[in-house]
């Protein structure tokens, strides 16, 4: 018997046991979709941003820090799709969506001339005990397969997290960065050096993460900071 003939047989079994289904709707799912169904799929709310014109993202972190060009892949909603695969990846265990959403990305970075020259992507990291609690960074998997795309090293032990204190959301932005400017910091301060390195995040909220995030990455010498993120709480303003 053909090897992947076999393959196919133990996955028909498998959807038997545990019916694959729909992350957005619950429905089942048929022939080569994967983790959604057509009809969410097409629903998935993709920002269209480029890494070439402003978008709402660059407007997040304008006069914070420094940064050459900022992006994100989805818009995340309240009780939406993307909210949806979100949860299931951080919360439930399914760290295979990373590496569906990092594909899907992946491949639209690839058509986009101006992220032609990152060097390095960098997770956002969690503090070991988080690591060691939830089992993976859920932003892994995704900044491994844009890693892929961009032909760029995927780097996990120069940025980490120092303490597990949870990132303050107070709306006073100096308050909170003071209060957190010792959470990340680097393992080694020239491995980045004059290098482009690509910041990688779950969701953009207030972005304070990231500020904080690329606040330490920049005590190297020459680097040249990109964000993205799986997703953007949109900012209406
Ligand atoms: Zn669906």
């Known amino acids: 018997m053909q090897k992947t003939k076999l393959t196919n047989i133990l996955n028909d079994i498998n959807n038997i046991l545990v019916p694959r289904v729909c992350f957005g709707c619950n429905a089942h799912l048929i022939g080569g979709e994967k983790h959604l169904c057509t009809v969410c799929r097409n629903f998935v709310p993709l920002t269209e941003y480029s890494f070439n014109e ?135 301060s020239k491995f980045l050096k004059n290098k482009n390195v690509l910041l990688v995040d779950d969701v953009i909220t207030s972005g304070a993460t990231m500020e904080i995030c690329a606040k330490a990455l920049n005590e190297t010498e020459g680097i040249t900071i990109y964000i993205t993120s799986m997703a953007v709480v949109p900012q209406f303003q």
């Open 54 to 188: 402003e978008n709402r993202v660059d407007r997040i972190f304008y006069g914070r820090i420094n940064v050459k060009k900022t992006s994100s892949f989805l818009f995340f909603t309240e009780n939406g799709i993307v909210q949806q695969l979100i949860h299931q990846l951080k919360y439930k265990n399914q760290e295979q969506i990373g590496v569906f959403l990092g594909d899907w990305y992946g491949q639209l970075l690839q058509e986009d001339p101006f992220l032609d020259n990152i060097d390095v992507i960098v997770p956002v990291p969690l503090h070991r005990k988080k690591l060691k609690k939830r089992g993976y960074n859920q932003v892994a998997e995704f900044a491994k397969r844009l890693a892929h795309y961009l032909n760029a090293e995927y780097v996990d032990n120069i940025l980490l997290k120092t303490s597990n204190t949870k990132t303050q959301t107070q709306k006073n932005r100096i308050g909170r960065w003071q209060r957190n400017k010792a959470l990340y910091v680097l393992s080694d």
